[in-house]
Each structure stands twice: as C-alpha cells, then as structure tokens.
C-alpha cells in the first residue's frame, strides 16, 4: 500500500511510520511541526519508500500520485498543547479532516481518522464502551479538542454513509512512550522528568481522578488491526488497566528509585477545568472484532519510557 500519516513526525504518527515500513508498505508523513519533531523521524531520512512533506493540513493537501489509505493523525493532542493553540486544534479537527477525507476520497483510498477518549468528555459512566455518547462541555476550555475530534467522527460517518467511503475510526485512551515530548505537559512526562531530576512530582488536584495508561506499541498493533480489518463503527484502542493519578506517581517514584517527594497543586490556569474525572476503555469491541488486546503492562512500557527519558535529561 502507498499511505499518507498526517502528523507523521508525531509521537504516535512516526511510530506508525515505522510500523507500515517495517510491513512493506511506502509512507508518505504529512507534518506542520508544530507539536511533531523530526528528530521522530530523521532515522527514516533517505529511505527508499519514505517521503516527509513539511505541510498545514488545516489548508488544501495535495499529493502526487495513488493512495491506498490516508490515516488522520495530525493535531495536538495533550491539553497544554491544546489549550496554548486552541484555534489551530479546532482547525486541524474540522478543516483538516475535511482535506485530509476530500484526499481520501479523490484517491479512492480508506480513511482512518485517529479519535480519542476525549469523545466521551467527562464520562457519567465507567468504563466508556464505543456506545456511550460522551459528556462533553462544548465551551469550556478542552472543547476545542473533544468538539474538534467529534466533528471529525461526524465528518467521517457523514462521508462514509453518503459517499460510500471506506472509513475507520480509532478512539485513542492515554498512550505513553519513547517520542513523547519531555515538556509536553501531560502527565506521564512531567512526572518522569521531575523524578529523574529530584523534583516534587505535581499531582494536580487531590489524584483521585484516574486514567488507563497503554503503550504505544499496544496502541500501533490495534491501529495496524483496524486498517486491515472491515469494521467501520469506532473502536476504543487503550488498555483498562486504570488508576488513580496518586497511584501512578508512586509507580514512577518506584521505577525510576527517585526520592522526590509529591506535591498537591491546583493549577490556577484552565487545564483542571472539566478534567476527566474517571477513565478506563470498554475494549469488548477491539476484543471482537480485531481479536486485539493490549499486551504491555505499565512496569515494563514505563520501564523503556523512563530510559529513553534518562537519555535525554542526565
Ligand atoms: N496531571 C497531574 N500532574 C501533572 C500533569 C497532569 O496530576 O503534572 C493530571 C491531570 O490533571 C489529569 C491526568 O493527570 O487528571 C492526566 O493528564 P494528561 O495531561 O496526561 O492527559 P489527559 O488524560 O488529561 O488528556
């Protein structure tokens, strides 16, 4: 296959460069690097099935050539990122899925919109199977992604009910590893830059309210499954093992053997506003259909994060 990833010099995008590579296929990364990074990517540099095409999806894309499938992974994806360029983020959700879809369409190729937990909002139901409608606060400051994100599922069922377009739909739980970026703000790099480095790890609010953290090479097969597969109801990629935020500051603590103590904040700017309370992924779904399920359990996935972490800080 010739595919597109748009952000392509991503976390997630490159690791899927590398995967659709390393199967055969020619990759076309698609990038504005605003939140990518081509470091992610220089090892693929002058490779024979590999093109990099510095662009804004948010404006019209054009590519030479055949595509076989077009995968919509371009946006910032953690809330700080999101919450300092929220016009660009609702953007790159409705714009450049119509692009990145209307490419998709013109080429005759499949196209997998990359979602995210963020649909179900702050969820009134926990685990949140694909069939829950999500809790979402359209106006507050994390509705610039999760409304962006649930456009582009309208957009993509829109496109595949009238046009007939083969579409797929991943929706995305926390996802952690080596390409994150150290100061991105979420949580998984905060707390193992701080631990490396013998500062307090910030547990913001009291760390009651609980993610499902998953491995990127968990979330890379699931996405790799869904391609291939003929399923095109949205499908919940992430791994239920949940915790509290205070649980998961203590694991770091305990992998990386720091001392660093922990810290309770409230965080005066909007990221705590509508902070998900609970979340853990109903995966009956991936189970049944894609015969997926994730197989990194957090000591090892953090135990190769925290080392390619340790590289870069000491
Ligand atoms: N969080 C925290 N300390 C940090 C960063 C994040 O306690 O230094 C909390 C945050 O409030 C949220 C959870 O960790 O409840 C996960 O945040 P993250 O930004 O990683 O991603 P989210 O799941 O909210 O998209």
């Not at 959700?93 to 499949?110: D, E, Q, V, Y």
Request: charged content about 20%; hydrophobic content about 40%.
């Amino acid at each position: 296959m010739r595919i597109l990833i748009t952000g392509g010099a991503g976390f997630l995008g490159s690791h899927l460069c590398d995967r659709f590579l390393a199967e055969g296929h020619t990759v076309i990364a698609m990038d504005n690097i605003i939140t990518g990074n081509t470091d992610n990517i220089a090892h693929l540099a002058g490779h024979e099935r590999f093109l990099f095409i510095k662009h804004n999806v948010s404006n019209y894309i054009y590519v030479d050539g055949p595509l076989d499938a077009v995968l919509h992974f371009a946006s910032p994806a953690s809330p700080n990122d999101y919450l300092e360029h929220p016009i660009p983020t609702l953007k790159v959700g409705s714009l450049g899925t119509l692009n990145a879809i209307g490419l998709a369409k013109g080429k005759g190729a499949r196209f997998l919109l990359a979602s995210t937990s963020e649909v179900y909002g702050d969820p009134e139901v926990n685990p949140q199977p694909e069939s829950y409608w999500g809790h979402v606060n359209p106006i507050g400051p994390r509705g610039v992604y999760d409304e962006a994100k649930r456009f582009a599922e309208a957009m993509t069922m829109a496109y595949h009910r009238y046009h007939g377009l083969d579409t797929r739909i991943v929706r995305i739980f926390n996802t952690y590893g080596p390409r994150m970026r150290l100061n991105d703000g979420r949580v998984v790099p905060n707390f193992i830059y701080q631990a490396l480095t013998s500062q307090a790890l910030t547990i913001y609010g009291d760390g009651s309210q609980t993610r499902s953290f998953q491995y990127y090479t968990d979330l890379v097969e699931g996405v790799y499954r869904l391609l291939m597969s003929s399923e095109t109801r949205p499908v919940n990629i992430g791994n239920p093992e949940e915790m509290s935020i205070l649980e998961f500051a203590e694991a770091v603590l305990e992998l990386t053997g720091s001392n660093s103590p922990l810290t309770f904040i409230q965080p005066t700017d909007n990221r705590m506003i509508d902070d998900p309370r609970v979340r853990r992924p109903d995966i009956s779904r991936a189970r049944e259909v894609l015969d997926w399920e994730p197989k990194v359990g957090l000591a090892d996935g953090l135990a190769e994060t925290i080392a390619y972490f340790r590289n870069r800080v000491l």
